[in-house]
């Protein structure tokens, strides 16, 4: 077809792939999948505007174009740098881009609060996975942690301003899903804050919906507070017939007890498009009111694709992860998945061979019959 | 709060400085108008005319008004002595107009005396660095301070109260 | 005596006014302009001059207006920068106090350079009575015929107003600047698009500095060729500079971009050598975000030649063992001053200015100021060095805007030139807390070996 639109073709990490021209860098990452998409803690495809704060997803671009293929002298965010036609991308190829990130993470926890073991985001919090990635052992940082006054968002939305990374995106998604923003980002540098200065309880019948795009566990659902750990909460999607949104949605159960409803995600966490189409969010109704299982038409276990804690459900339809490693590796294996029998001799031995409770002695019995 | 027809027409004056519709840009002129018209500081009742008057949301004001360090989100002393404390000031004495100002008062940057006559505050760099050290007094600069011009300061405040 | 473009009738009484400003010869360049040249003309001769932006970045200005996208139907807008916050620069101020007219002529042809019809001077609050003047001068301006409809009769209308902003360094950077005028929050835009792609209220913009403006008036008078003969290669015309800290004349000073820095610090023709007898111990030469450079490397470069008062000598040497001319902000330090303690000022500046929409800048600033009231106050470890150098490594270049690279240079260059007086600190604690490091060695002359690369 003439009029066919001509693709650009970028090459990230020594992996190629077209894309059609004004896509991003992270979205073209994406399309590869697996390791070679940068972390994105601000950016959020379904929100315009978002991206380019959090400076997680720098990479290197290593030749602008084909027709200009000179480096970019600074790492740029990928969330919001386009693509060029034979533009080449290090993301974990580049030790500058790991050096970096590996910074803009310690910056991300100096101040973030150490109370995983009661935050009701922990198992599908961002900065935890990022953490885990790219984080130190120890905290470089003396000083006391940043703390800030308490303020009441309302019935629905618990605020926990000191996990806040200020990624923004609740603000957009105030602006562009609801039809009235009452809160925002107040204050300057690193006393900003999410707060609606005047206590004012947000209750927009999309407000709920800041909870699902929060990276971290800021914003979460107070119907769900301290209710349960998301990885003994068992996934299924459901839908009803709601006025309001498309009433698709996730609920998370335990037995047949409804603990908590959200938008359903997708595997980079933002919320998907429902079955029309359109962006899901989801309104108050079916996210805070409708926590009964005779509530919902359930359509069976969601799918979850994601490296996190919630595949410890082991429904039989989970996917494994793409693993693109090896292809990144140029088809070498990394490092960390050496074998541990090269460097352990106690794994030197078949576990599986042997009879009964190991004891010293069997160990010795057994390396002696190697 | 409500500005009188006189004060409505400022206003328009102010709007009319940008196209039709972007009469948010006239925000940041209008707080520091209504601040000097609310006794020097942003309650959030002058803050709420303020976006009422421009058609905008509170929060986008409230966003603002806590973003820029003109504005006083609290009430202030009659007399606001706002000392710069940055590198330039700092290498011409500075630190010791604030410790004189302490001598005399008793306040420290951040505080007001007790009979709210006047307020210390410390800045970051106010573009006097030539003139150093230096304070902010209302909307005038108060340059080559010394203490005996701290002294005459003080005076003025008191004369200015009664 | 060096000549002067800007400054030399700055002191002629009454000039802050039309009446005598224009008997001086105001005006001129718009009258010269509008009847006899196009638009592109004007910006031909800016480019012929080889002016660089007078802010900080020193961007060539002619370049920036030739980037600026003209669509059909779309109006286009001059914006001037006149948030000068950045510590030891005051010399916008300066100029716009005492010859408010020559920026407001320099606008009006730059103005009609770009097409702009509206056009803004956006000014630091705190610059109250400035704002004052400038809204008088514009309005005798207004009166005088040279802003309204049909300006000389040209076709070419225009109009300026005056913004104050309210407190917030981050308003300088162009982006910061815009949202600041749109009535937000002072947070610079993620780039691009660029402001001469899509600006205020996303239309083509032209953010210039004020110094940079003003210079269009001698640049549309005696040409482009005429201004581009004065100063030293790529360092074209004069320069103003702001000139504090401890020198005997601290004030605003003109200069041909070819006199050396000695000559600038010692003569007294411009600061007139170091107050009361003392000795130079080190001088940040651009504006508090360029590097410090001890003594002996401020008046020689590393390859031992003459340091001159040009874009390109004051970073001969690149970080390594030079500085930047950036904003015209000279801030010299006599032999009492304490490099960590003036670090540490600095350090709190930009935590305090940090817009704070990026994590590195939000909260490397902060960590880097605590550090540094840690050794200033005796407190301080080995490794904390070592960390703050860490740490602005990781803040540098990984930011949104420039305040990240602002606020990481400081502390980069007083670690690399004073670690000395940084390990000092550490070692004699409870000296620190009594007296300064002194003068040390930051004077004596270098070994050449350093020039090696």
Redesign the interface.
């Known amino acids: 077809m003439a009029d066919e639109k001509k693709l650009f073709t970028v090459t990230i990490d020594n992996i190629t792939v077209e894309v059609e021209p004004g896509t991003s860098i992270l979205q073209a990452a994406r399309k590869i999948g697996g390791d070679v998409a940068p972390p994105a803690m601000c950016y959020y495809t379904k929100l315009k505007d978002s991206?380019?704060?959090?400076?997680?997803c720098?990479v290197e671009v290593a030749a602008g174009s084909a027709a200009d293929p000179r480096p970019m002298p600074?790492?740029v965010?990928s969330c919001?740098t386009n693509v060029m036609d034979g533009m080449v991308v290090k993301n974990i190829t580049s030790d500058r881009v790991i050096?970096?990130r590996n910074?803009?993470v310690?910056?991300?926890l100096?101040?973030h609060p150490l109370d995983c073991p009661i935050c009701d985001q922990a198992g599908e919090c961002h900065l935890q996975d990022l953490s885990y990635e790219h984080g130190k052992g120890a905290s470089?940082?003396e000083?006391k942690r940043r703390t800030f006054d308490k303020h009441d968002l309302g019935p629905y939305i618990q605020l926990h301003m000191t996990r806040c990374?200020?990624c923004?995106r609740c603000v957009y998604t105030a602006d562009q899903v609801t039809n009235?923003?009452?809160?925002?980002?107040?204050?300057?540098?690193?006393?900003?804050e999410i707060a609606?200065?005047?206590e004012k309880s947000l209750e927009n019948d999309f407000i709920g919906n800041v909870i699902d795009v929060c990276p971290v566990g800021a914003l979460t659902d107070r119907t769900f507070r301290f209710k349960n750990r998301v990885w003994f909460t068992k996934p299924v999607d459901a839908h009803c017939n709601c006025d309001k949104c498309s009433g698709e949605v996730q609920l998370w159960m335990r037995g047949d007890e409804v603990l908590r409803v959200t938008a359903r995600k997708d595997e980079w966490g933002e919320v998907k498009d429902t079955s029309k189409g359109e962006t899901g969010w989801i309104c108050n109704t079916c996210r805070f009111e409708r926590k009964n299982a005779s509530d919902w038409i359930i359509e069976g276990p969601s799918q979850i694709n994601r490296h996190s804690v919630i595949s410890q459900g082991h429904y039989e339809n989970a996917v494994k992860p793409n693993e693109t490693i090896k292809k990144v590796m140029g088809g070498r294996d990394p490092k960390l998945l050496m074998n541990i029998k090269d460097v352990s001799e106690v794994n030197q031995v078949e576990l599986s061979e042997i009879k009964g409770a190991a004891t010293s002695e069997s160990f010795k019995q057994l390396k002696k019959g190697n | 709060m409500k500005f009188s027809d006189d004060k409505l027409k400022q206003v328009d004056e102010m709007i009319s400085h940008y196209p039709e519709g972007k009469q948010k840009s006239a925000l940041l002129p209008l707080l520091h108008f209504v601040q000097k018209e609310n006794g020097g500081w942003l309650s959030s009742e002058a803050m709420d005319y303020t976006a009422e008057l421009l058609k905008i949301a509170p929060i986008e004001v409230y966003e603002v008004a806590t973003f820029y360090s003109m504005y006083n989100l609290q009430p202030v002393g009659k007399t606001v002595f706002e000392v710069c404390q940055t590198g330039p000031c700092m290498l011409r004495g500075s630190d010791g107009i604030v410790d004189y100002i302490y001598e005399k008062l008793g306040i420290k940057p951040g505080q007001t005396t007790a009979d709210g006559l006047f307020t210390l505050k410390t800045v970051e760099c106010l573009g006097a660095c030539g003139y150093a050290p230096m304070m902010q007094l209302g909307p005038d600069f108060r340059e080559h301070l010394t203490k005996e011009k701290i002294d005459a300061l003080i005076a003025e405040g008191k004369t200015k109260a009664n | 005596m060096g000549r002067k473009l800007l400054l030399d009738k700055a002191h002629i009484e009454g000039i802050r006014h039309y009446d005598v400003y224009r008997r001086e010869g105001g005006y001129r360049s718009v009258e010269k302009a509008l009847k006899t040249m196009s638009p592109d003309a004007v910006t031909e001769e800016v480019k012929k001059s080889g002016l660089r932006g007078r802010g900080g970045a020193g961007f060539p200005t002619g370049m920036k207006w030739g980037f600026l996208a003209k669509p059909e139907g779309v109006p286009r807008y001059l914006v001037v920068n006149a948030d000068e916050s950045e510590p030891g620069t005051f010399k916008d101020r300066y100029l716009m106090e005492f010859i408010p007219h020559l920026l407001i002529e320099g606008m009006i042809t730059a103005s009609y350079a770009l097409g702009s019809n509206t056009s803004y001077i956006y000014i630091r609050g705190e610059y109250w009575w400035v704002k004052e003047i400038l809204e008088v001068a514009v309005q005798e301006a207004r009166n005088a015929g040279w802003l309204g409809k049909n300006i000389l009769g040209s076709g070419f209308d225009c109009d300026i107003f005056v913004q104050p902003g309210a407190g917030a360094y981050i308003c300088g950077e162009e982006t910061a600047l815009i949202e600041s005028l749109e009535g937000k929050r002072g947070n610079p835009r993620i780039k691009p698009p660029f402001p001469a792609v899509k600006g205020l209220w996303g239309c083509p913009t032209v953010v210039n500095n004020v110094e940079t403006i003003a210079a269009v008036v001698p640049i549309v008078n005696d040409g482009g060729d005429e201004y581009a003969k004065l100063g030293i290669g790529k360092s074209t015309g004069t320069k103003l500079i702001s000139a504090c800290g401890n020198i005997s004349k601290p004030g605003v000073y003109e200069i041909e971009m070819n006199i050396s820095v000695e000559e600038f610090l010692y003569s007294d023709e411009y600061c007139g050598g170091i107050a009361n007898g003392k000795k130079l111990k080190a001088c940040i030469p651009g504006g508090s975000s360029v590097p410090i450079l001890p003594a002996n490397l401020l008046l020689k470069t590393a390859k031992g030649e003459t340091r001159m008062m040009t874009y390109e000598s004051l970073s001969d040497g690149g970080f390594a063992t030079g500085s930047m001319m950036g904003s015209g902000g000279f801030i010299a330090m006599d032999e009492d001053q304490c490099v960590v303690k003036h670090t540490y000022t600095l350090a709190r500046f930009y935590r305090h200015e940090s817009c704070g929409q990026c994590s590195p800048c939000r909260e490397g600033t902060g960590w880097m100021e605590k550090i540094l009231l840690n050794i200033e106050n005796g407190k301080g470890k080995m490794s904390d060095i070592d960390l703050l150098w860490d740490i602005q490594r990781k803040i540098e270049g990984n930011t949104i805007c420039p305040l990240g690279d602002a606020a990481a240079w400081p502390v980069a260059a007083a670690i690399r030139h004073f670690r000395d007086e940084f390990e000092w600190h550490v070692t004699n604690p409870a000296d620190a807390l009594k007296r300064n490091y002194g003068l040390a060695n930051y004077e004596k002359p270098l070994e050449i070996a350093v020039a090696a690369p």
């Open positions: 991206g380019g704060k959090c400076r997680t720098l600074k790492l965010a919001r050096d970096a910074g803009v310690e910056f991300l100096i101040n470089r940082y000083f990374i200020l923004y009235e923003r009452k809160h925002g980002i107040l204050m300057r540098g690193d006393h900003s609606t200065y005047i």
